[in-house]
């Protein structure tokens, strides 16, 4: 099974460029997430799915869109990258809410 | 006060001893808890759920303390691959609120 699949894995931007990291999940999952990781700090949460058309935003959303027109495809659009937004972006997905999440390998995201 | 503490670490243990790690969560009406582990550069992977009464697979043991919003997890008899960042993770409204993990190297 593919699980989860995130792409690209690695992406170096310059600012003011906008992009769309892609996740896509095989497992019919209707809650999907996506994160950031700084170093030395835990996941934060950018927006979230409980299932298809419905978004929300999370602990830091700005900066970032999302749409969830399918199940299985949560990509997350950066509007206008900016150099604080150079992280480690993992996107996840759950059956339901309330269950374990199962990550993709991440996107590492550079901003110059 | 942040919504999921964890021991700062890093602990460093040599190999066969057992070490406990400790969270707490804030959100009194958290509904799910969970223990991921984290290799270098790499994505968090599901450890363990926890559950209410406890739960145990193989070395690993979390215990739920919902009245004192407290999460453990122990790991006995360490192997150097346990080395990882280990998160906890407590679920409620929505969202998944992540600690910021505790860094372990087990030691040869």
């Known amino acids: 099974n593919a699980g989860v699949t995130q792409t690209p894995k690695f992406q170096v931007l310059k600012t003011g460029q906008s992009m769309t990291l892609q996740c896509a999940q095989d497992?019919?999952?209707?809650?999907m997430s996506w994160y950031r990781q700084d170093p030395g700090m835990g996941l934060r949460l950018i927006h979230y799915s409980v299932g298809a058309g419905i978004t929300d935003q999370g602990e830091v959303p700005n900066g970032y869109n999302v749409s969830r027109s399918t199940t299985e495809d949560f990509p997350l659009r950066l509007l206008s990258a900016a150099p604080s937004q150079t992280s480690v972006y993992f996107c996840?997905?759950?059956?339901?809410?309330?269950?374990?999440?199962?990550f993709g390998d991440g996107t590492r995201l550079s901003i110059l | 006060r942040k919504e999921v503490e964890q021991d700062p670490g890093p602990f460093n243990v040599p190999e066969g001893a057992t070490v406990a790690f400790n969270c707490t969560y804030s959100n009194s009406a958290s509904q799910s808890f969970f223990w991921y582990r984290q290799d270098c550069r790499k994505e968090p992977k599901l450890l363990m759920s926890?559950?209410?009464s406890g739960n145990e697979d193989g070395r690993f043991t979390a215990q739920l303390n919902r009245a004192s919003q407290y999460i453990s997890l122990l790991i006995r008899d360490s192997k150097l691959s346990d080395s990882a960042t280990y998160l906890c993770?407590?679920?409620?409204?929505?969202?998944?609120?992540f600690g910021p993990g505790t860094r372990l190297s087990v030691l040869p």
């Open positions: 926890v559950y209410s």
């Open positions: 996840a997905s759950s059956l339901k809410g309330n269950q374990p999440q199962h």
């Open positions: 993770v407590v679920y409620y409204g929505q969202n998944f609120v």
């Open positions: 497992m019919n999952h209707e809650y």
